[in-house]
Nanobody, 124 residues
Framework: QVQLVESGGGLVQAGGSLRLSCGASGRTLSGYAMGWFRQAPGKEREVVGTISRSGGVTDYADSVKGRFTSSRDNAKNMVYLQMNSLKLEDTAVYYC?????????????????WGQGTQVTVSS
């Protein structure tokens, strides 16, 4: 069992930055690929970015490419999402998730463990 806890969300002006953190307990995260997802009111949950077990491979949704960066520190059992140049449309609840599968990272059904989410609100 893996317990995930996100932190770092908040209110930021458009153009600003936030860094989300995802901490784990129960098991080491090094055995899991990780995903970041978000869900805005009235919309379906969507993938934002994914990161491989080692952190060597990352992928991002087109809407955030060039602005968001995911990283991880397996020694600290932490995963991060650096969000720059935030836009109004980035407002959502952000979730981290963990999977032991080797593919399908863009799909929420691939992930076994989820955090509770952290709210990110971008204002004008």
């Amino acid at each position: 069992q893996v317990q995930l806890v996100e932190s770092g969300g908040g209110l930021v002006q458009a153009g600003g930055s936030l860094r989300l953190s995802c901490g784990a307990s129960g098991r080491t995260l090094s055995g899991y690929a990780m995903g970041w997802f978000r869900q805005a009111p009235g919309k379906e949950r969507e993938v934002v970015g994914t990161i491989s077990r080692s952190g060597g491979v990352t992928d991002y949704a087109d809407s955030v490419k060039g602005r968001f960066t995911s990283s991880r520190d397996n020694a600290k059992n932490m995963v991060y999402l650096q969000m720059n140049s935030l836009k109004l449309e980035d407002t959502a609840v952000y979730y981290c998730a963990a999977t032991f599968y080797a593919s399908g990272y863009a799909f929420s059904r691939t992930y076994t463990y989820w955090g509770q989410g952290t709210q990110v609100t971008v204002s004008s």
